[in-house]
């Protein structure tokens, strides 16, 4: 039945318009799934292959903005234009225009919190740090961070210093067995040996007095 209604709520919302709203509203989709779902409507400009984008997500101007493959959105904001000019237009009886397009490569990792303004080009392989303005161009390669972002690492040292960390983990044989980024036939078992080693004692128990 929660198969059928499903079903009947993504034909109404591609059928009577305000599909978004329907299909974010109704049918909770996860980030690989909403990716997929904007990709067949054509909301943004180009979308590529093995992308996620959280519902939390606002795409101010869909059709300034590209990503490539492998990107992945957290409860980001993308502007590809300056509301700004809209009130200097009607206060000095101008016709002004500040748009530009937010253009984002492969293999990029944008964090919760972040807001990426017109004109500029992410990557590829690039991560925008949780809480980061974007105001110009992220280096290919590179870790940005900060109000605005600036350049704090790269991501050849990053994979290297996680890599030997992960090694080092007391699952990292159940994550070596692991089919994907996420296995749900494993989870139990990682947070049988994670949850102790986060808090200690057994899975559940309450803090020390």
């Known amino acids: 039945m929660k198969a059928l209604l499903r079903r009947i709520l993504r034909y109404l919302a591609f059928e009577h318009g305000r599909a978004v709203g329907w299909y974010k509203r109704f049918c909770n989709p996860g980030g690989d799934e909403w990716a997929a779902w904007l990709k067949r409507r054509g909301v943004l400009y180009a979308i590529g292959e093995h992308c996620s984008i959280q519902t939390n997500v606002t795409i101010a101007d869909p059709t300034y903005t590209r990503l490539g493959n492998n990107v992945r959105l957290t409860g980001c904001t993308l502007f590809g234009h300056d509301g700004s000019v809209n009130m200097l237009n009607r206060a000095y009886g101008l016709k002004l225009d500040r748009v530009g397009k937010i253009d984002i490569r492969d293999n990029v990792f ?87 080693y986060f808090f200690g004692g057994d899975i559940g128990s309450p803090p020390a007095a």
């Open 110 to 196: 944008i964090g919760h919190g972040a807001i990426i303004l017109p004109g500029v080009t992410i990557g590829p392989n690039a991560i925008v740090a949780a809480g980061s303005v974007i105001n110009r161009d992220v280096p290919p390669g590179s870790i940005v961070a900060g109000t605005p972002a600036r350049v704090v690492g790269d991501i050849d040292r990053l994979v290297a210093r996680l890599r030997q960390d992960t090694a080092r983990l007391p699952w990292a044989d159940i994550l070596a067995r692991r089919d994907g980024a996420f296995d749900l036939a494993l989870q139990n078992e990682l947070d049988r040996v994670r949850i102790p």
